[in-house]
């Protein structure tokens, strides 16, 4: 079921600007981007709401510095050990 997100502002907008569907697009992307950003949602959830492809999406997530795959240290640490030893082979 759709949800809809209500933002509240100290002052009035200009009605044009309730209408500029450009700037009411990159409110909505910014929201969802901070959602993803916070991993609230997954990329796959991010891309649907957006309306948008996956590769879409990892656009947007380089233009706002998300990484595409965020491990944990340990796990970096592990895959860094793997090249490593298959380096040496």
């Given at each position: 079921m759709p949800k809809q997100v209500v933002l509240k502002f100290p002052m009035e907008l200009p009605e044009k600007?309730?209408?500029d569907k450009d700037a009411l697009k990159r409110g909505k992307e910014t929201f969802i981007?901070?959602?993803l950003r916070k991993r609230e949602i997954s990329q796959g959830k991010a891309a649907d709401l957006l309306e948008i492809s996956r590769q879409e999406l990892f656009d947007l997530m380089a233009?706002?510095?998300i990484?595409?795959?965020d491990f944990p240290p340990e796990e970096l640490q592990r895959q860094r050990e793997d090249a490593e030893k298959v380096?040496?082979?």
């Open positions: 600007g309730l209408k981007i901070e959602l233009m706002y510095d990484p595409m795959a380096g040496k082979e």
